[in-house]
């Protein structure tokens, strides 16, 4: 046990009650060991070279329609077209391996309208292995990248925006890139929380 409660002799009782069968160690000034560790870091960040993910990380994406598969209640049309909207669009899972620095693939994305001029990503954390759409139970909004303008000219289906997440230790930096121009934006969300 590490952290400033772990010096309680009454938490450590309880830890130890609760669970008889664990071997419970406690090292000297455990209130400091947290404190340590982030200068620590701090200092070698390349000390930590993966983490487990807490939590599922994808964005929230609108998909062809199929009537097996997708809840009625998400369906929309956009120029005559049946889409599912809120669906999750999975990047890592809770309990993957991320190396530091370590980049998604990217996923491309394209307008669901001709006229829609400028695209943004919802970026969701969820506490399921696979969440099938952004509204499920454990999911939450984390962050959002709004990407530039996007040319009207240019149809639809090449007006493409990929998307990819890089792992960076305590932090996610989530990349928006125009594929066509090469324009980009990032936003910063915490992998940590």
């Given amino acids: 046990m590490v952290g400033g409660f772990s010096e309680s002799k009454m938490i450590q009782h309880a830890i130890r009650s609760s669970f008889p069968n664990v071997k419970v160690v406690i090292p000297r000034e455990a209130g400091l060991v947290v404190l340590k560790g982030a200068v620590l870091f701090g200092h070698s960040p390349s000390s930590v070279s993966q983490r487990v993910c807490k939590n599922t990380y994808g964005v929230d994406?609108?998909?062809?329609?199929?009537?097996?598969?997708?809840?009625i209640r998400k369906?929309?049309?956009r120029e005559g077209r049946p889409l599912c909207n809120d669906v999750f669009d999975k990047y890592v899972e809770i309990g993957q391996y991320v190396a530091l620095n370590e980049a998604t693939t990217d996923q491309s994305y394209v307008p669901i309208t001709e006229?829609?001029?400028?695209?943004?990503?919802a970026i969701y954390a969820s506490t399921q292995k696979s969440p099938m759409y952004v509204t499920?139970?454990?999911?939450?909004?984390?962050?959002?990248?709004?990407?530039?303008?996007?040319?009207?000219?240019?149809?639809?289906?090449?007006r493409s925006v990929l998307v990819s997440m890089r792992f960076g230790g305590t932090e996610i930096e989530v990349t928006a890139k125009e594929e066509r121009t090469g324009n980009d934006t990032k936003a910063i969300v915490n992998f940590l929380g």
């Fill in 61 to 71: 994406k609108a998909v062809p329609f199929d009537n097996d598969k997708h809840d």
């Fill in 75 to 77: 369906k929309i049309d």
């Fill in 115 to 121: 006229n829609q001029t400028s695209s943004g990503v």
């Fill in 136 to 158: 499920d139970d454990g999911c939450v909004k984390i962050g959002y990248v709004r990407d530039k303008i996007l040319d009207k000219s240019v149809p639809r289906e090449e």
